[in-house]
């Protein structure tokens, strides 16, 4: 209403299209200044205006006709700036919740667009730790993002299930295996044989290097050369007999495999996640021949020493690519190219995005132009989504934290902080449930606190922590919202009489709720949950506000009620913002 307001006078004097005008109109965060602003420059894109854009405000300022809705125009520097009917724009905003309700900014934008987010996809039998999670976490977040949005959204978990570590692994297993402990817990299980394999394999490493060294320096060797077949020769042979089918090779990995994805269900039920697909790089295997045969057609393959890579050097300078080893063993990049191309011809999509940390950036570039030199097209619709690292833990000396023991710990302790209200504590009907949606909204908030690219030391202060703009503090603001609905003695009512918040609180708490709209499309534009996460401690924050002096219970039918719709707007884009975020909305806590 006021942007339509503000364009239309604008395209009078400027002869440029309203709708045009409309984007280049901006919410001012100083609504002590100016509601809303126009930067002139913008306005060059659409048309050239003759004169500089500092004199050209001062003269747009001063030819503004004010009205119901635009009560005062000026200018500062290179924007005019626009102040407006507070009491109307709050009335406006509020309307339009209790229009759209739980659809409040979001769009349809996404209609007939189908989206792949490939997200996830852990190494099965190893870990779910607090690296895994950063995936997990921000691919889910794109998908309750894109479906919002009305997207058709494909959520795929792609299992690193295949390569060398699974030879390593059924090695291993013949070691130090257990039937009992695999069945119990397959993943921690599989995981503790590949630490013990794995330094098993190093000190071999060691040893052989120890007797060149000593060789090399006209020592005799304090021991013999290892003359039997190496952990790692033994592994590699395992994983070619699994590339040729072996039945038995195949038959113990499908076990491990299987075993895995149980678990991780279970894993992922926790985190309020779902995956339509569950895939993985064993099942490329017909494709990459295809996909390999098209490298040969395309010439696109050079022989090295007898195994086989991609020159990418130029025009990009992304060096030269091995895809095929020299015993005829496949690699990751070679699965991922049969991967693309099958999910393409199989699935359709519009747009893909791997959500895959910021450490194999180079990989996906090296992904991308193959697939391009070899024509396929649709390589432009593919998008790389990184994020930071999670330091601090190694997969092979066995120092990861599991997710699984985070979200049990940040459960127990969020337990712990609501029996000290023993009143409220009482009126939860399942506190344990309660407390691992808390815990694990301390884990996820947390984690979006800041832009996904940033790298962050695992620390347990920073995943436990419950107090200042942290995951529990929303669920708070949300319970309590909650609670004020049904302590009010008040019922919702859509038309009560919205003129009566008249007070600052009232004003700033309405147009935080009425920016949710343009934050959704940031979001969406950035694919940054901390773009969420800040706006909503931002809402937070004002209904803490507003909560001091905008009280309900006692007052006024029409001024109670008329608050009402406020704190239940307020509630509203909040637990959409939680639901995007994967978060469940709590209403007691």
């Not at 930071?388 to 459960?411: A, H, P």
């Not at 694919?527 to 209904?543: D, I, Q």
Request: include cysteine; aromatic fraction near 10%.
């Amino acid at each position: 209403m006021f942007q339509e307001e503000i364009a239309k006078q604008l395209s009078a004097l400027t002869e440029i299209e309203a709708n045009k005008i409309l984007e280049c109109i901006e919410s001012t965060k100083n609504k002590d200044m100016a509601d809303f602003a126009v930067p002139i420059p913008k306005l060059n894109k659409f048309k050239k205006l003759v004169g500089k854009p500092d004199q050209l405000a001062i003269d747009f300022a001063s030819k503004i006709q004010l009205n119901d809705c635009i009560q005062g125009a000026s200018a500062a520097g290179n924007y005019l700036n626009f102040k407006v009917n507070r009491l109307l724009q709050i009335q406006e905003i509020l309307k339009d919740v209790i229009k759209q309700k739980e659809k409040y900014g979001m769009t349809e934008q996404g209609k007939g667009k189908k989206v792949i987010v490939e997200f996830s996809s852990p190494n099965i039998a190893k870990p779910f730790h607090a690296g895994h999670l950063r995936s997990t976490i921000i691919g889910n977040f794109m998908v309750n993002l894109f479906n919002e949005l009305a997207y058709e959204t494909v959520s795929m978990n792609y299992l690193g299930d295949w390569g060398k570590q699974y030879g390593l692994l059924a090695v291993g297993f013949e070691k130090y295996g257990s039937e009992e402990e695999l069945l119990a817990d397959p993943i921690k299980h599989l995981y503790n044989v590949y630490v013990k394999i794995n330094g098993d394999a190093e000190k071999e490493e060691e040893a052989k290097k120890k007797y060149a060294e000593e060789i090399a320096a006209g020592i005799e060797p304090t021991a013999p050369l290892q003359t039997t077949p190496t952990i790692h020769d033994t592994a590699r042979a395992y994983f070619k007999r699994m590339e040729d089918g072996d039945a038995e090779a195949l038959a113990i990995w499908k076990r491990f495999r299987d075993l895995s994805i149980v678990k991780y269900k279970d894993i992922y039920n926790r985190l309020n996640v779902k995956f339509d697909i569950y895939a993985g790089e064993s099942l490329v295997t017909e494709g990459m021949t295809v996909e390999f045969k098209k490298l040969q057609e395309k010439n696109l393959l050079e022989d090295s020493q007898g195994a086989k890579v991609i020159d990418l050097s130029k025009p990009n300078k992304l060096g030269k690519v091995l895809v095929q080893k020299t015993d005829g063993t496949t690699l990751y990049i070679t699965r991922d190219i049969a991967a693309a191309v099958d999910r393409k011809n199989n699935i359709g999509f519009d747009k893909m995005y791997y959500v895959v940390a910021s450490q194999q950036d180079f990989h996906f570039r090296q992904l991308f132009d193959i697939l391009g030199k070899m024509d396929y097209q649709w390589q432009k619709d593919l998008t790389h989504i990184n994020y930071g690292m999670v330091k601090g833990m190694s997969t092979r000396k066995g120092t990861v934290v599991f997710l699984e023991d985070i979200l049990n710990k940040t459960q127990k302790k969020m337990l712990k902080i609501m029996k000290q209200n023993e009143q409220k504590f009482a009126e939860i009907e399942d506190p344990e449930k309660v407390a691992d949606i808390v815990g694990l909204s301390a884990v996820v908030i947390q984690d979006f606190n800041a832009k996904r690219n940033k790298d962050y030391d695992f620390n347990w202060d920073r995943m436990l922590k419950s107090d200042g703009d942290t995951g529990p503090y929303l669920q708070y603001a949300h319970a309590r919202l909650c609670s004020l609905e049904r302590k009010s003695g008040f019922e919702f009512n859509p038309n009560a009489n919205l003129s009566l918040l008249s007070e600052p609180e009232a004003f700033n708490l309405a147009i935080t709720i009425g920016r949710y709209p343009e934050i959704i499309q940031l979001t969406h534009n950035q694919l940054e949950p901390s773009t969420l996460v800040g706006y909503l401690f931002e809402l937070a924050h004002a209904v803490s506000s507003a909560h001091q002096v905008l009280w309900i219970k006692d007052r006024e039918k029409d001024i109670a009620e008329a608050r009402f719709v406020l704190y239940w707007a307020a509630k509203l884009i909040l637990g959409s913002g939680l639901r995007i975020l994967g978060l469940v909305p709590l209403e007691r806590m």
